[in-house]
């Protein structure tokens, strides 16, 4: 990790000082007809408080992007600047019964100190003339990190990193593990993309934030969520849902949204297999001494468990079947698609997916909906994966059939929603 004084050389180069000696003076800033003013003004960072702040920041723990402390954890976040823009920050949650809140805005000096900790050490890994240069986002014209008020390490670092972090504080300190509050970020940004429909995507690496290439990344936009999760998701599903909302691509959006379904079908398939046959064998009708129960036994597990390769449905159309039936409410689901869409559930009822023929839905059909939702959802499915030159009626094609295909986002979504909330436990 970088040393106090190459972090604090790294600042008095963005301050504007070429050449900096390892000492204990303070850093003087000099900010240049600041806001149209003619005169100068001199602005002094103590030595001191930098000092007492890089030793807090190296006492803590920290993973990656990840900062914490038994009580605090905080990872950046990347929000598009639009959203930044037009937002009201800090967007704040509190979860008074068990003592957690959460926050997205502006990080702490602690976390701005740290990222410029890991800037300082991608650039020690350079090669060249280049390792001493500062990635470009960070070498802005520096008088806007200062303002009128009062100055300080905790005003001013936060302004210079320039990012957004994703703050969870336990104030009841039952939840000291990394892994707890990984659960309980993962809950967060679950309900905040739930309730905002924008992906809230966290950054890979400090050159992910911050490009040593000066290359262009893209931006989410993101925007807020006012109560805090009361619950907690899978969190392997809940990156399946972030990766379908960070795309605008409708064939990555349904396979991600397709992927939560399929999580749990080798674990919902085989509840349901072990039920159906704890049922037959406890039935007073079954005897281990007629042959043919014991035959017919043989057969239901066969039947089962068979794959019919000419269809390629077997196994995953009954376990998607079967994972509908046991996650989702058909009235709860009409009421999500509604709300994403109003004209959605007429459309399913009334329209096949064109490029695959899969069947519409008949919403009112308490019996067959759960077959009929299954069967849209996988044949569609199948088009999208499968591109035999001998299927074409079966095929998507790229671009043709991307506006048919964007019709059925609402539907999968709903029912992604569904299994990730019904999957969940109570916080």
Request: net charge negative.
């Amino acid at each position: 990790m970088a040393t106090f004084y190459e972090v604090k050389q790294l600042l008095c180069r963005l301050f504007g000082h070429r050449d900096i000696e390892d000492n204990d003076d303070d850093i003087t800033v000099e900010l240049r007809s600041y806001r149209g003013e003619c005169e100068n003004r001199q602005i002094q960072i103590s030595n001191t408080e930098l000092l007492e702040l890089y030793n807090k920041v190296s006492a803590m723990d920290n993973n990656s992007l990840e900062l914490y402390s038994e009580n605090t954890y905080e990872t950046a976040v990347d929000l598009d600047h639009f959203i930044m823009r037009r937002q009201e920050f800090p967007l704040t949650s509190d979860d008074s019964i068990n003592g957690i809140s959460y926050e997205v805005g502006y990080p702490t000096a602690e976390y701005s100190l740290y990222l410029l900790m890991l800037i300082k050490d991608a650039m020690n890994q350079q090669q060249g003339r280049n390792s001493r240069i500062p990635p470009m986002r960070l070498r802005r014209p520096f008088e806007r990190y200062f303002g009128e008020g009062e100055n300080t390490l905790e005003t001013i670092l936060p302004k210079m990193i320039g990012e957004f972090s994703l703050k969870i504080v336990n104030t009841s300190g039952n939840y000291k593990s990394l892994n707890i509050l990984r659960k309980m970020k993962t809950s967060f940004e679950f309900e905040f993309m739930y309730k905002t429909g924008n992906s809230l995507v966290e950054f890979l690496d400090i050159l992910d934030m911050f490009p040593m290439d000066n290359g262009i990344r893209s931006r989410t936009s993101e925007t807020q969520i006012d109560t805090p999760p009361l619950r907690k998701y899978t969190e392997d599903v809940v990156d399946y849902y972030k990766q379908a909302l960070a795309s605008n691509d409708p064939y990555i959006k349904y396979i991600s949204f397709y992927h939560v379904m399929e999580y749990f079908y080798d674990e919902v398939f085989k509840r349901k297999m072990v039920t159906d046959l704890k049922n037959k064998i406890t039935h007073p009708d079954f005897s281990y001494k007629d042959e043919d129960k014991i035959y017919e036994i043989a057969m239901f597990v066969k039947n089962r468990l068979r794959m019919n390769d000419e269809t390629g449905q077997g196994n995953e159309l009954e376990s998607l079947k079967y994972v509908l039936n046991e996650y989702v409410s058909v009235d709860d689901l009409k009421a999500r698609i509604n709300i994403i869409d109003s004209n959605a559930l007429n459309y399913y009822q009334n329209n096949k997916v064109a490029f695959c023929n899969a069947s519409v839905i008949g919403w009112s059909d308490s019996q067959g909906v759960f077959t009929q939702l299954a069967k849209r959802i996988y044949f569609t499915r199948n088009s999208l994966v499968h591109s035999k030159s001998g299927k074409n009626k079966e095929r998507y094609r790229p671009y043709q059939d991307e506006k048919q295909l964007q019709l059925e986002i609402p539907l999968v979504k709903a029912v992604a929603e569904a299994i990730i909330i019904n999957s969940s436990e109570i916080i």
